[in-house]
């Protein structure tokens, strides 16, 4: 009974892990309102998937602006600057783009959308593992 009970805990834990929630921001940009993901919580070294969703202010998604994910790594003593970018490219109603980050540590993320002249950006920081 003890090893069917420690079988069905083992089973518990890690299925929690495999149904963890992505990361995910949630930020206002100018007018618009901006969900950002990341398909792995917390971010890894390697491929990382982006997903934006961009809402105007009546909340109906936002399909035809610009969107770029710059990432970047701040600057270290002896390393060139880590900087990168990416251009999402639209999917149905939302943004999809790749990060490919080469190494752990803290990376800079600036989510900018491009509409009608203007550009607004959503920035965060996340700790790659």
Do not use: H
Not at 52 to 73: F, L, N, Q
């Amino acid at each position: 009974m003890k090893k069917v009970a420690a079988v069905i805990l083992m089973v518990l834990f890690v299925a929690g892990f495999a149904y963890a929630k992505n990361y995910e921001v949630a930020k206002k940009a100018g007018e618009f309102d901006v969900v950002v993901t990341i398909d792995k919580n917390p971010p890894v070294v390697g491929n990382n998937y982006v997903t934006v969703i961009v809402k105007d202010a009546a909340g109906k998604a936002v399909t035809d602006a610009r969107v770029v994910v710059d990432y970047s790594m701040p600057p270290m003593q002896g390393m060139a600057p880590m900087n990168y970018k990416a251009n999402a490219t639209v999917k149905g109603l939302e943004y999809k783009a790749t990060m490919n980050l080469s190494m752990a540590g803290p990376w800079n993320i600036a989510v900018k959308i491009s509409k009608a002249g203007k550009t607004s950006s959503v920035k965060f920081t996340i700790d790659v593992q």
